[in-house]
T-cell receptor
């Protein structure tokens, strides 16, 4: 299995620009999670989806952030407009569907390092 | 609310020696899962070991084992025969009912040759 795939791996943009991060979960997984990691705040859950439906977006910082999951194999996290304080590593993770032996486990992608100048 | 605490921001161990990383947590749920994830300099989050709270037997994965004390809400990770490749940030995580994970702040482990 290819694992969770994220793109791009690195993104450098200027303040005010729109940024779109992409994630392809592991095939057959039905839950998807977006995290943000910074030195100051550690690992924060932004939002998670179950069967393509957003379940909990209470971690989304503000209206500038939005996430979509149009189908089981693709999700995006968009920041518009971006600000320097959004600079962080953004991780996507997926979990298998209920009934599998490791349904409780999250498998992480390699992350996207975002730098907003 | 669920919380995870890792009281050791940094630890070091001599190669081939054993080290224990501490984790305590708080939850009001009776069924939950605990995890240790490793994050090397590559930033990849790698699952090290998982423990179901309803199981009394401590989980073991090769050189990695846990000491799960449910009453004390403690979940420490023991790394035996430490290797240079074990150097990383280690995160303790708790998953209760539903899908939400709570991660601890991490412990940075250095392995000295």
């Amino acid at each position: 299995d290819a694992g969770v795939i994220q793109s791009p791996r690195h993104e450098v943009t200027e303040m005010g620009q729109e940024v779109t991060l992409r994630c392809k979960p592991i095939s057959g997984h039905n839950s998807l999670f977006w995290y943000r990691q910074t030195m100051m705040r550690g690992l924060e859950l932004l939002i998670y989806f179950n069967n393509n439906v957003p379940i909990d977006d209470s971690g989304m910082p503000e209206d500038r952030f939005s996430a979509k999951m149009p189908n089981a194999s693709f999700s995006t996290l968009k920041i518009q407009p971006s600000e320097p304080r959004d600079s962080a590593v953004y991780f996507c993770a997926s979990s298998p569907r209920s009934g599998t032996s490791d349904t409780d486990t999250q498998y992480f992608g390699p992350g996207t390092r975002l730098t907003v100048l | 609310a669920q919380t995870v605490t890792q009281s050791q921001p940094e630890m070091s161990v001599q190669e081939a020696e054993t080290v224990t990383l501490s984790c305590t947590y708080d939850t009001s749920e009776s069924d939950y899962y605990l995890f240790w994830y490793k994050q090397p300099p590559s930033r990849q989050m790698i699952l090290v070991i998982r423990q179901e709270a309803y199981k009394q037997q401590n989980a073991t994965e090769n050189r990695f084992s846990v000491n799960f004390q449910k009453a004390a809400k403690s979940f420490s990770l023991k790394i035996s025969d430490s290797q240079l490749g074990d150097a990383a940030m280690y995160f303790c995580a708790l998953r209760g009912y539903g899908q939400n994970f709570v991660f601890g702040p991490g412990t940075r482990l250095s392995v000295l040759p």
